[in-house]
Nanobody, 124 residues
Framework: QVRLVESGGDLVQPGGSLRLSCAVS????????IGWFRQAPGKERKGLAC????????FYTDSVKGRFTISGDNAKNTVYLQMNSLNSEDTGVYYC?????????????????WGQGTQVTVSS
């Protein structure tokens, strides 16, 4: 079973950029889908960007297409989320999730392994 540790959350101004990291430990990294999810204040956790580590297939929700990029570094067992053109609606706790899968689904309830989350605040 894998374990996930997120890092990189911070306070950033509107229009700014941030890169989040998800360090993955454990066996079988190549056989998982890894996703980034956001829980905004008072809202449910939702999938933003997900990647199948084995074949690199990605999925993005509409609200982040063209602004966020998910990528994986197999040598470092790390998945990144590059976030550009941030706005206040991007504020929330960002979680890294994993599921043993050959797809790149970004459906929250399908994921069964979670990190502790990292706070991203977009504010001037």
């Amino acid at each position: 079973q894998v374990r996930l540790v997120e890092s990189g959350g911070d306070l950033v101004q509107p229009g700014g950029s941030l890169r989040l990291s998800c360090a993955v430990s454990g066996y079988g990294f190549d056989y998982y889908a890894i996703g980034w999810f956001r829980q905004a204040p008072g809202k449910e956790r939702k999938g933003l960007a997900c990647i199948n580590i084995g074949d690199g297939t990605t999925f993005y929700t509409d609200s982040v297409k063209g602004r966020f990029t998910i990528s994986g570094d197999n040598a470092k067992n790390t998945v990144y989320l590059q976030m550009n053109s941030l706005n206040s609606e991007d504020t929330g706790v960002y979680y890294c999730g994993a599921v043993h899968s050959d797809g790149s689904s970004c459906v929250e309830y399908e994921y069964d392994i979670w990190g502790q989350g990292t706070q991203v605040t977009v504010s001037s």
